[in-house]
């Protein structure tokens, strides 16, 4: 079984927010083929296509509050560049559960939300 890490996170911290960059991040982590698309639907053919078991984990940036308030704003011009890039990246997220759900043999985590629900140590 493969094992793969899209470490979102790190990456959009790393300046990763054109559309364009998170799906050559995404080609290169996943070994898809060099027909890849770079879009949404191109994600979802190369997810739902993979006839081996694969296990991906996914972290993603912490998402502000009101993200889809700031959608709408986003239309009238008055979002910046990494806002846009993070509304983008819950999209990539839910092709990503979509795909889970059409090939049994893909199975998504969420590692931020494990992490998230994870109890916290207290330091020594």
């Known amino acids: ?11 959009f911290l790393h300046g990763l927010t054109a559309r364009r960059e998170i799906h050559a991040y ?6 898809f083929p060099e027909y890849y698309g ?16 694969v296990t991906v984990g996914i972290w993603m940036p912490e998402l502000p509050d009101g993200l889809e308030e700031q959608e709408e704003s986003a239309r009238s011009g008055k979002s910046g560049e990494e ?20 090939n049994p043999w893909l199975a998504v985590w969420d590692l931020s939300e494990l992490a998230k629900s994870r109890p916290k140590t207290e330091e020594i």
């Open 26 to 31: 995404i080609a290169e982590k996943m070994d």
């Open 83 to 102: 806002s846009k890039a993070l509304r983008y990246l819950v999209k990539v997220r839910r092709t990503f559960a979509e795909a889970e759900e059409a």
């Open 38 to 53: 770079h879009n949404l639907d191109a994600l979802y053919d190369c997810l739902t296509e993979t006839a081996a078991p």
């Open 1 to 11: 079984m493969r094992k793969i890490v899209l470490d979102f996170e790190e990456a």
